[in-house]
């Protein structure tokens, strides 16, 4: 984080649409997430490191058999 103020957030999206969590962090928020490289402004522009985002809930309905499905996985940052 090079000496930035970092914390964890918790967003709970209502859809899937595209770079939702991204633009409303950066630009709601005034806090893009940590390696954003689209949204995080000049300092993250070049950096190599990855995107700080994880999914660590994923809950839908199987499109064939209807049975609600459940992931969770602990995030790696």
């Known amino acids: 984080s ?3 103020f ?3 957030v918790l967003f709970r999206p209502l859809t899937g649409r595209t770079h939702q969590i991204r633009v409303h962090s950066a630009y709601g928020l005034g806090m893009p ?3 954003d490289r689209l949204y995080g402004g000049e300092e993250e522009r070049n950096t ?3 995107l700080c ?3 660590s809930k994923l809950v ?3 499109p064939e ?3 609600l499905m ?4 602990e995030s790696t940052f």
Request: net charge positive; aromatic share 8%; glycine share 12%.
């Open 33 to 35: 997430v940590l390696h």
């Open 6 to 8: 970092v914390t964890r």
């Open 60 to 62: 839908f309905k199987h």
């Open 70 to 73: 459940s992931f969770e996985i």
């Open 65 to 67: 058999t209807g049975k």
């Open 48 to 50: 190599t490191e990855s």
């Open 2 to 4: 090079g000496g930035r």
């Open 53 to 55: 985002l994880c999914a």
